[in-house]
Antibody, heavy 123, light 106 residues
Framework: QVQLVESGGGVVQPGRSLRLSCAPS????????IHWVRQAPGRGLDWVAV????????YYADSVKGRFTISRDNSKNMLFLQMDSLRAEDTAVYYC????????????????WGPGTLVTVSS | DIQMTQSPSSLSASVGDRVTITCRAS??????LAWYQQKPGKVPKLLIY???TLQSEVPSRFSGSGSGTDFTLTISSLQPEDGATYFC?????????FGPGTKINI
């Protein structure tokens, strides 16, 4: 079955960097766009970024643009989120989530979510 | 960017009640609207996509409607396990904004 498993979360000081990973299984990873969505403690869902199935297109929320970089390695079936210049307000559970259809041109909903990894930005 | 709003932010209802949640987009998004259910400590679960299409294995008491800027999620007969927070999401454009959520207390 479709699974996504995030890793790499932890406690980091403000201004430092962290790299999250997402390991998919149960589907052809290289055919699907993948998103990062985060949720601060006790708060709502906050879309962070998306990368197209082939990595050629990437889009970001304004709140992370210039600080976060989404990437993927289809040869190794892995998705990444490089987070630089971290701020306290970046503290959240980070989910990777899959687009619902392969080779989607940008108007597909999210269907599967990973369990998430917690990032805490604190001195 | 398209902003998503939801109302109410929370509600209390009884088992068997009919419950309706509203989601509004700041610009027209056709029917590119999804609804997710999230229980405390759990991952969001897809309920409805394309504004009105029920995801596989989701109980038929859930239904969605709307197009353009105004959307609704209806639970026809509330069950104890429906206590959760419900989020709408625009997937017409990036950023793929979520509504702030509606918490249903049973």
């Amino acid at each position: 079955q479709v699974q996504l498993v995030e890793s790499g979360g932890g406690v980091v000081q403000p201004g430092r960097s962290l790299r999250l990973s997402c390991a998919p299984s149960g589907f052809i990873f290289s055919s699907y766009a993948i998103h990062w969505v985060r949720q601060a403690p006790g708060r709502g869902l906050d879309w962070v970024a998306v990368i197209s199935y082939d990595g050629s297109n990437k889009y970001y929320a304004d709140s992370v643009k210039g600080r976060f970089t989404i990437s993927r390695d289809n040869s190794k079936n892995m998705l990444f989120l490089q987070m630089d210049s971290l701020r306290a307000e970046d503290t959240a559970v980070y989910y990777c989530a899959r687009d619902s259809y392969p080779f989607c041109g940008g108007d597909c909903h999210i269907d599967y979510w990973g369990p998430g990894t917690l990032v805490t930005v604190s001195s | 960017d398209i902003q998503m709003t939801q109302s109410p932010s929370s509600l209390s209802a009884s088992v068997g009640d009919r419950v309706t949640i509203t989601c509004r987009a700041s610009q027209g998004i056709s029917n590119y609207l999804a609804w997710y259910q999230q229980k405390p400590g759990k991952v969001p679960k897809l309920l409805i996509y394309a504004a009105a299409t029920l995801q596989s294995e989701v109980p038929s008491r859930f239904s969605g409607s709307g197009s353009g800027t105004d959307f609704t999620l209806t639970i026809s007969s509330l069950q104890p396990e429906d206590g959760a927070t419900y989020f709408c999401q625009n997937y017409n454009t990036v950023p793929r904004t979520f509504g702030p959520g509606t918490k249903i207390n049973i």
